[in-house]
């Protein structure tokens, strides 16, 4: 049974009974549930982008989902094939334009962007399946997400977080200063190629959820609020982390009671923290301001 044959169900207020409702829907436990680890693989990873000043090259692998998936659905197979497959593979092609460098702009990877896209047009014109297809592609859903899907978003995350977790000490003195970094034998370019991969991985992973075209948001959104809001490595991280957890569920939330998609939300919810922690950083900085005024008055000369 799904939510159109019961209706749209309504908000009453009482958390408690609210989650018992959501949750009486075994696809929205499966979605709940995929939604909190794609969050937390996607601000992990997204910390790092958002470090490394690779939100083109994030961008540009958040768009190549839409073919991939798309070229999935037409050959057949299950969307996620392609969402992992493409996603990985422009990693890579990425990894190999950049050589070694830190400049985001390519001509070559926004052709083969360019191109892709094309293609993922044309898969789903030649695509003959229920309308709905080129949309939850595009835009994401919380619906049909299975079992064996978490199972396998939860395998790729372990690993993912795995292998941060191995690299994340050099990763990090390479993304602050990789010139010192290779000078002290960190291998810098490895360390790109190898990172670029997990971004593959990370935003197949998030494309399901959020869909093709919103992954970005949920990929770089909640790590840029969380490196507004403080500085710390440590500590940003890991409010990235509760940031995109808490939009997530939040979206899915927003979700289920009314009938937009599910990116939606979850692009609106992040931007909407982004904006508040800009707020709040103006405003904790206008005491300084205010205190340094006098001193700099009385050190002009009369």
């Known amino acids: 049974m799904t939510l159109a044959e019961t209706g749209a169900p309504d908000w009453s207020w009482n958390l408690l009974t609210d989650f018992q409702e959501m949750w009486s829907y075994p696809f929205m436990v499966n979605a709940f549930r995929a939604g909190a680890i794609v969050a937390v693989v ?23 989902a839409f073919p991939g998936a798309a070229g999935a659905l037409l050959l057949g197979v299950s969307a996620g094939y392609g969402y992992f497959t493409l996603c990985v593979a422009a990693a890579l ?3 190999a334009l950049r050589g070694g460098g830190e400049h985001e702009e390519s001509a070559l990877t926004g052709t083969v962007q360019a191109f892709l896209l094309a293609s993922g047009f044309l898969f789903t014109a030649l695509y003959r399946g229920l309308l709905e ?3 939850t592609i595009l835009f994401g859903t919380f619906l049909g997400i299975t079992s064996s899907q978490v199972t396998v978003l939860t ?15 050099p990763l990090l003195f390479a993304s602050v200063d990789p010139k010192v970094a290779a000078g002290r034998g960190v291998p810098v370019r490895a360390l790109s190629v190898v990172f670029l991969v997990l971004l593959g991985a990370a935003t197949a992973e998030a494309s399901q959820i959020t869909g ?3 992954v970005f948001a949920l990929m770089v959104i909640p790590a840029a609020t ?3 809001l403080t500085a710390r490595p ?22 289920y009671y009314w009938p ?6 979850v692009t609106t919810i992040a931007f909407a923290g982004y904006l508040l922690a800009l707020g709040w950083r103006s405003l904790s900085e206008v005491p300084g301001r205010r205190a340094m005024a006098p001193t700099a008055t009385r050190e002009v000369p009369a």
């Open 42 to 64: 996607a601000a992990v990873v997204g910390w790092f982008v958002v470090l490394r000043r690779l939100t083109f090259a994030a961008h540009t692998v958040s768009l190549v």
């Open 93 to 95: 092609v990425i990894a």
């Open 133 to 135: 297809g080129p949309q």
């Open 155 to 169: 395998v790729v995350g372990a690993v993912v977080l795995a292998v941060l977790a191995l690299l994340g000490r």
């Open 212 to 214: 093709t075209l919103l």
């Open 226 to 228: 969380a490196q507004v």
């Open 234 to 255: 440590g500590l940003s991280l890991a409010l990235a982390v509760l940031l995109a957890f808490a939009t997530t569920w939040l979206g899915l939330t927003a979700a």
């Open 260 to 265: 937009y998609p599910l990116g939606f939300f």
